[in-house]
Nanobody
Framework: QVQLIESGGGSVQAGGSLKLSCEVSGITGIYYYMAWFRQAPGKEREGLAAISPGAGSIRYADSVAGRFILSQDDAENTLSLHMNNLKPADTALYYC????????????????????WGKGTQVTVSS
């Protein structure tokens, strides 16, 4: 059974950086579309960055493009999100997701398309 375990969340001041990691267990190698989402209190879960199988393509939401960088380490079975120039608006619970049913059609940031989810890691950015 594939499981996703997020880590790396914490508290940081505005302008700071954090690196989130998503460990993929239960399989050897990453063969899924994978993504990072976040959800702030009272808001919808928002797709931030996603990567295609084999790391051929990466997409970013406009809200994080130029500040966040997605990377995949096949040897470690890990998906990382490097977050720079953090803002208070980035405060949220961050989730890793995998196995996307609609990504081949271009819908990389639709929450309901992903079958496997981690439990999330909290990021808090203070001003």
């Amino acid at each position: 059974q594939v499981q996703l375990i997020e880590s790396g969340g914490g508290s940081v001041q505005a302008g700071g950086s954090l690196k989130l990691s998503c460990e993929v267990s239960g399989i050897t190698g990453i063969y899924y579309y994978m993504a990072w989402f976040r959800q702030a209190p009272g808001k919808e879960r928002e797709g931030l960055a996603a990567i295609s199988p084999g790391a051929g393509s990466i997409r970013y939401a406009d809200s994080v493009a130029g500040r966040f960088i997605l990377s995949q380490d096949d040897a470690e079975n890990t998906l990382s999100l490097h977050m720079n120039n953090l803002k208070p608006a980035d405060t949220a619970l961050y989730y890793c997701a995998a196995d996307c049913s609609g990504c081949d059609a271009g819908s990389w940031f639709v929450r309901s398309n992903y079958r496997i989810w981690g439990k999330g890691t909290q990021v808090t950015v203070s001003s």
